[in-house]
């Protein structure tokens, strides 16, 4: 069972749409919760980090919220755009470990016009 | 650009084969890390470097591969006797050291085994 679970696997809006991507760990002990934008064939690129205080962080268009107490995060994207059509994969840091993540395996967004 | 490279970018090759791949991380970052990632899958972590020191190891990485990072910059990843599950993009990351900070990754290395 993957520790990093995402829903949903896939998904398509309209371009200008809101959306919300969600993910629920097991993962711990855990320190921080991030989330990776990956186009495909390239590197996941961060977007947000969220420690266990933390209840949200936004960059840009992307919100992500962390409920620590039931394990659940989620990423709103807002008025999106059709170059943010990618995979979003939740990845989770536990404490200690020398920064090894663990990653999702992602949602695959794809914004039509 | 002073991101993380990969090099080679694509890299074919007939099974049982020896191949090796080179990642050049961000100068200032002192951690190095490589992970594979198989089509619609999220990246599994393979090992890391704290300067040259290789500080882990998952159980993924079997005794067909290697990993150096000779002078705690860039680093090598190898593999002997490719086998046809070894067919992956390969990732290669870098941080600061420090619990909060982002990993960047480079483009990968995406192998083909013939």
């Known amino acids: 069972k993957n520790q990093v679970e995402q829903s949903p696997q896939s998904l398509i809006i309209l371009e200008g749409k809101n959306c919300t991507l969600q993910c629920n760990y097991t993962v711990s002990p855990f320190s921080n919760l991030r989330w990776y934008k990956q186009d495909t064939g390239r590197g996941p690129v961060s977007l947000t980090i969220m420690t266990f205080s933390e209840n949200t962080k936004s960059n840009g268009r992307y919100t992500a919220t962390l409920d620590a107490d039931t394990k659940q995060s989620s990423l709103h994207i807002t008025a999106s755009q059709l170059s943010d059509s990618a995979s979003y994969i939740c990845?989770?840091?536990?404490?200690?470990?020398?920064?090894?993540?663990?990653f999702g395996t992602g949602t695959q967004l794809k914004v039509e016009l | 650009d002073t991101g993380v490279s990969q090099d080679p970018r694509h890299k074919i090759t007939k099974r049982g084969q020896n191949v090796t791949f080179r990642c050049d991380p961000i100068s200032e970052h002192n951690r190095l890390y490589w992970y594979r990632q198989t089509l619609g899958q999220g990246p599994e972590f393979l090992t890391y470097f704290q300067n040259e020191a290789q500080l882990e190891k998952s159980r993924l990485l079997s005794d067909r591969f290697s990993a150096e990072r000779p002078k705690g910059s860039f680093s090598t990843l190898e593999i002997q006797r490719t086998e046809q599950g070894d067919s992956a993009m390969y990732l290669c990351a870098s941080s600061p050291t420090g619990w909060d900070q982002p990993q960047h990754f480079g483009d990968g290395t995406r192998l083909s085994i013939l």
């Open positions: 990845v989770v840091k536990l404490t200690g470990g020398g920064n090894k993540l663990t």
